[in-house]
Nanobody, 118 residues
Framework: VQLQASGGGLVQAGGSLRLSCLAS????????TGWFRQAPGKEREFVAA????????EYEDSVKGRFTISRDNAKNTVYLQINSLKPEDTAVYYC????????????WGQGTLVTVSS
């Protein structure tokens, strides 16, 4: 599985962004796609994940209500809509994939930088 994240940028606090993760490869329906982020000086953390088939979704508790993960299977793309952005959302956002039968994300995109100004 190959992943390409895009959509990051500089935005003022309170604004919104939609990140995209374009996936390619075989049997994408057998994978879970997730978003992670890594803020400066901090460890990478899980943000949200969605299955390609079945629509199972999970979020890290701190982003519930502001972040929405969705998918467009026809476009092989997973989105992360981020609303009411806060300066603490500043991070490099990565999309990743794991096989449904495992818990480890073994495929990673290159990351896209989100910078939120106060």
């Amino acid at each position: 599985v190959q992943l390409q994240a895009s959509g990051g940028g500089l935005v003022q606090a309170g604004g919104s962004l939609r990140l995209s993760c374009l996936a390619s490869g075989r049997r994408l329906s057998a994978y879970v796609t997730g978003w992670f982020r890594q803020a400066p000086g901090k460890e990478r953390e899980f943000v949200a994940a969605i299955t390609w088939s079945g629509g199972r979704i999970e979020y890290e508790d701190s982003v519930k209500g502001r972040f929405t993960i969705s998918r467009d299977n026809a476009k092989n793309t997973v989105y992360l809509q981020i609303n009411s952005l806060k300066p603490e959302d500043t991070a490099v956002y990565y999309c990743a994939a794991r096989a449904i039968v495992t818990m480890e994300y073994g495929f990673w995109g290159q990351g896209t930088l989100v910078t939120v100004s106060s």
